[in-house]
């Protein structure tokens, strides 16, 4: 059973940063196929998609957070990471990670394409 631990959330100021962490297990060797997004979901709001990385470690951004936010995996340890800098208010919401475990298609951070998703860790940006 593939699970996803997300950690690394907290509040900060507006223009700090926080480093995201998630850690899948139960993958084995198979983690390094996955295609891997970041999420995020603000209160009344739908979720969006932050960032996504595929096999190869090619990333892909939203508009909003391109610039300020770094995705990045390690396969040997079966870790997804996620670097936020020049943080804003915008930016509060619980962030999730996700695994596609059989990309077909690029890799993107589309929400519907995802077949497993962590539970989230919070990011609170004070301005």
């Known amino acids: 059973q593939v699970q996803l631990v997300e950690s690394g959330g907290g509040s900060v100021q507006a223009g700090g940063s926080l480093r995201l962490s998630c850690v899948v297990s139960g993958s084995g060797y198979s983690y390094s196929r996955y295609c891997m997004g970041w999420f995020r979901q603000a209160p009344g709001k739908e979720r969006e998609g932050v960032a996504a990385?595929?096999?190869?470690?090619?990333?892909t951004y939203a508009d909003s957070v391109e610039g300020r936010f770094t995705i990045s995996r390690d396969n040997a340890k079966n870790t997804l990471n996620l670097q936020m800098t020049s943080l804003k208010a915008e930016d509060t919401a619980l962030h999730y990670c996700a695994a596609e475990f059989w990309p077909s298609a690029p890799c993107r951070p589309l929400p519907r394409g995802f077949d497993k998703w962590g539970q989230g860790t919070q990011v609170t940006v004070s301005s």
């Open positions: 990385i595929d096999s190869a470690s090619t990333p």
